[in-house]
């Protein structure tokens, strides 16, 4: 079974570019996620989506970034335009239902703004 | 979700027992405790997670104290591909929100 999928692994853009990151979660979980690590800090949340629904994106840092999930599958967080603070690594994470699922965590895009 | 402390870094040779302390003091009774680990350049992996009884499984035991204060988490025999930064965090399940909250966790070292 694939686990979860995220690209690019690495990007490097310019201040005030876009970037559009991507996550499959594994199919057939309903709940995906997205964190981020800024340098040297912990990993933070940012939204939770329940299929095609946001539940929680109380953990967004301002209106530069959006995330969709068309369709209740793949899920794409666009940063818009990007500022030198975004910099991190992105993980993307599903689970299958509620309860007592683990989630299941990609291995993360490295974003660096320059 | 209740605040835990853990200690920022640990040592354990190769082969032996690790055996990681969690603080979570203000712990409520529908809230449980769960382990994640994060291998260098890796996403966080789930380990193992329990309310009240000691659990294991195939990668590690959990022992949660009585009053539900503290618990540890036990890597029986310990590899240097263990060699992780280990998250003990606490949370209500079958919540609106079910995101993980991540705290600075414990640097262990597996030393050869």
């Known amino acids: 079974e694939a686990g979860v999928t995220q690209f690019p692994s690495h990007s490097v853009i310019e201040k005030g570019q876009t970037v559009t990151l991507r996550c499959d979660p594994i199919?057939?979980?309903?709940?995906l996620y997205w964190y981020r690590r800024v340098m040297g800090k912990e990993i933070k949340f940012l939204l939770h989506?329940?299929?095609?629904?946001?539940?929680?994106e109380s953990g967004m840092p301002n209106n530069r970034f959006l995330a969709e999930r068309t369709g209740g599958t793949y899920s794409t967080l666009k940063v818009q335009p990007a500022e030198l603070e975004d910099s991190g690594v992105y993980f993307c994470?599903?689970?299958?239902?509620?309860?007592?699922?683990?989630?299941?965590f990609g291995q993360g895009t490295r974003l660096t703004v320059v | 979700d209740a605040k835990t402390t853990q200690p920022p870094s640990m040592d354990c040779a190769e082969g032996r027992a690790a055996n990681l302390p969690c603080n979570h003091s203000?712990?409520?009774?529908?809230?449980?405790v769960y382990w994640y680990r994060q291998i260098h350049s890796q996403g966080p992996q789930y380990i193992i997670h329990g309310l009240k009884n000691n659990e294991t499984n195939e990668m590690a035991s959990l022992i949660i104290t009585e009053d539900r204060k503290s618990s540890t988490l036990i890597l029986p025999h310990a590899t240097l591909r263990d060699t992780a930064v280990y998250y003990c965090i606490v949370r209500v399940v079958d919540t609106g929100r079910r995101a993980l909250t991540f705290g600075s966790g414990t640097r262990l070292q597996v030393q050869p």
């Open positions: 203000t712990i409520s009774g529908n809230e449980y």
């Open positions: 989506f329940v299929k095609e629904s946001k539940q929680d």
């Open positions: 199919s057939g979980h309903d709940n």
């Open positions: 994470a599903s689970s299958l239902k509620q309860g007592h699922t683990e989630a299941f």
